[in-house]
């Protein structure tokens, strides 16, 4: 029974690892995939939304409805960035890096003079769960399930429906899918307020478990870049899930002995070596592998 | 003349005898500053100044090369913190402090060069190198972050934590302590010699090397240019030029905070470059001068508008100024001259 509890909480462990880079980097691998744009604004973003949360939950809101209003709201604003800002730097990626680091500055400066240094907190949902000598928070097993979903949900986006088609299409080659009636122009603010919408939808998820401030987002990013970095942009759910995988792998253990900080410095170490073996990322890695085992196979 | 050459060739603006003449009065005017400026006022401008070796490493990493870090806060901070530990230990020792120096700067140079070889020799793609030096700087500003209390101490200097390293000495050489004119003839020798340096770099044939790397790496490295060693050589330089101004920074005012790495400072460097125009040095010079003698004064009124005013800056210059607002400038101002000369009567 022993051995048992251990097995489960290292699971566990992991499992929460994982859940947490897959959400702080979900958004960001998103609108990478599409433009090969990194949104520096996404700590903002996911700030946004644990804001957008916090407000509507002192309204008076069930928890999840803040979740879904935060997953709105800032889709919308994204979608705002992106007709007034983002789009004219298509094609120059590092100006579109730059541009971005503004609006958040922008936007985390904003928000200390418009609510001050910080918000009331949201109490965590759910009890915990004793397995042997170890207990587990319901809420991050509420997470790493909605994270799992996330991932189905948009394997569905992206494979079932036309937006997909069409997205996946722009992605290949931009210029085709125009010539074959493609608006990538729509596919490209659609794509950029999922992102964003997505980087809300953690950032209120995740604020239960953090002290809402306007510099809040800044804990997120480090985790969030290294997760793209290591999962590349040539396909975004294997990407993302590869990349968040691999790197808890590395964060689990170091993280267990040695402390929270020097977890961090794993990652970013495990990161340096890995775009080392595979400079395009896990997903580019994977795509590789899995064609060769179609061409063999 | 050879060596001159490498000075008045194409790569920055102001080739005209006129622009040396002008650029000499300059020169000259800092050196006589001392003769008006009271020594407080000499110790502001040795401020402004000390930044700008960090801005012209980064615009020959971003503007020459194409290659943009968000990082080079960290190479400002290794360095400001090495020659706080080193030149502390060595307190009494004339030589203490040139130690420092020489550490800082090595260190800058070791972890540049670690962390380049990661980078360039994957052929990473070009966003990553932005992404992963912020990480850099990110995570050693939450590493001095949490150094605070008497176990996180080198010999007898403590890190300090959130509040930073105090009591870093003065710069020194033998028993000349420098201070007030002294240290601001120091920051003026070493900005000029590092922007004359960065200029002669561009114009010799390795910054041609450089140039053709950011139209284009794949064709530079058909015709037979080693890339990967060519960047990894200019990010060093770079990192070195941002170590510089740590150390300036320092001496200058005996502690550093963790502050320094972080998102907010990292962001500085990329904005006077982007305010300036990043394909040319002279006016990364002027715009870095200029804008921290703006925040300058903004910070010490105590505004709190500082950093709104610096991130809107940067977006509204992205988007109406791509080349920067100096580079703009004087292309506009030598396209005037030019129309001028030519609607001149009598000259057809």
Redesign the interface.
């Known amino acids: 029974m022993e051995e048992f509890g251990l097995v489960i909480s290292v699971v566990y462990q992991f499992g929460t690892n994982a859940a947490f880079l897959l959400l702080c980097a979900l958004g960001l691998i998103v609108i990478l995939g599409m433009m090969n744009i990194i949104n520096l604004a996404h700590g903002e973003l996911m700030m946004m939304g644990a804001y957008t949360a916090s407000l509507s939950y002192q309204a008076g809101l069930p928890f999840p409805v803040c979740v879904a209003v935060s997953f709105l709201v800032v889709g919308f604003v994204g979608a705002v960035f992106e007709r007034l800002v983002v789009r004219r730097f298509y094609g120059r990626e590092l100006s579109a890096l730059v541009v971005t680091w503004g609006i958040s500055l922008l936007l985390s400066q904003g928000t200390l003079m418009v609510f001050g240094p910080f918000l009331p907190s949201i109490p965590i949902p759910g009890g915990s769960l004793d397995v042997g000598a170890y207990s587990l928070s319901v809420y991050w097993l509420i997470l790493i399930a909605v994270s799992i979903a996330v991932v189905v949900a948009l394997a569905w986006l992206y494979n079932r429906t036309t937006f997909g088609l069409h997205a996946r299409a722009t992605m290949q080659d931009a210029a085709m899918a125009r010539a074959l009636g493609v608006n990538t122009g729509r596919i490209y603010m659609l794509t950029f307020s999922l992102g964003a919408g997505l980087a809300g939808f953690s950032g209120a998820l995740l604020a239960p478990t953090a002290s809402i401030m306007p510099f809040m987002g800044q804990q997120f990013v480090a985790p969030a870049f290294i997760t793209v970095v290591v999962g590349g942009a040539a396909n975004v759910i294997a990407g993302a899930v590869g990349s968040s995988v691999l790197l808890s792998l590395v964060r689990t253990p170091v993280g267990f002995y040695l402390g929270a900080f020097l977890g961090l410095v794993a990652l970013l170490l495990a990161a340096l070596i890995i775009i080392r073996l595979m400079p395009n990322g896990v997903s580019a890695a994977l795509l590789r592998w899995s064609d060769r085992r179609a061409q063999s196979g | 003349m050879k060596y001159l050459a490498l000075l008045t060739g194409p790569e920055d603006i102001g080739q005209s005898r006129l622009f040396w003449i002008v650029f000499v009065l300059l020169v000259l005017n800092f050196v006589l500053g001392p003769l008006w400026m009271s020594e407080f006022e000499a110790s502001n401008v040795s401020y402004y100044l000390l930044n700008l070796p960090m801005a012209l490493g980064l615009c020959l990493l971003?503007g020459y090369c194409?290659v943009?870090s968000?990082g080079q806060v960290a190479y400002f901070g290794i360095a400001g913190y090495l020659y706080g530990i080193i030149a502390g230990n060595m307190r009494g020792d004339p030589w203490g402090p040139l130690l420092g120096e020489v550490g800082g700067l090595a260190a800058c140079a070791v972890v540049s060069a670690i962390?380049g070889y990661?980078?360039f020799?994957?052929?990473?793609?070009?966003?990553?190198v932005?992404?992963?030096t912020?990480?850099?700087a990110?995570?050693l500003e939450?590493?001095l972050g949490?150094t605070a209390g008497y176990q996180w101490r080198v010999g007898s200097v403590q890190l300090g934590g959130y509040n930073g390293m105090t009591g870093i000495p003065w710069f020194q050489l033998g028993d000349f302590t420098f201070f007030g004119y002294s240290f601001y003839y120091y920051v003026v020798l070493l900005v000029l010699v590092s922007y004359l340096g960065c200029r002669a770099l561009v114009n010799s044939h390795h910054g041609k090397v450089m140039l053709a790397m950011r139209e284009d790496p794949l064709r530079t490295e058909l015709l037979g240019y080693d890339i990967r060693a060519r960047q990894l050589a200019v990010f060093v330089i770079a990192g070195v030029l941002a170590g510089l101004s740590g150390l300036l920074y320092v001496q200058w005012g005996n502690y550093i905070t963790p502050s320094q790495l972080g998102?907010?400072q990292a962001?500085l460097p990329?904005i006077w470059v982007?305010v300036g125009g990043r394909s040319k040095l002279l006016a990364v010079a002027i715009s870095a001068y200029a804008l921290n003698w703006i925040t300058y004064s903004l910070s010490s009124a105590g505004n709190?508008?500082a950093?709104?005013i610096?991130?809107?800056?940067?977006?509204v210059v992205?988007?109406f100024f791509?080349d920067g607002i100096v580079v703009t400038l004087a292309r506009n101002m030598n396209r005037q001259a030019l129309t001028r000369l030519l609607r001149r009567p009598g000259r057809s």
């Open positions: 971003w194409g943009l968000f962390f990661f980078m020799y994957a052929r990473v793609q070009r966003w990553i932005p992404i992963l912020l990480v850099l990110l995570l939450t590493f949490q998102l907010v962001a990329v982007a709190q508008y950093l709104v610096i991130g809107g800056l940067l977006v992205m988007l791509p």
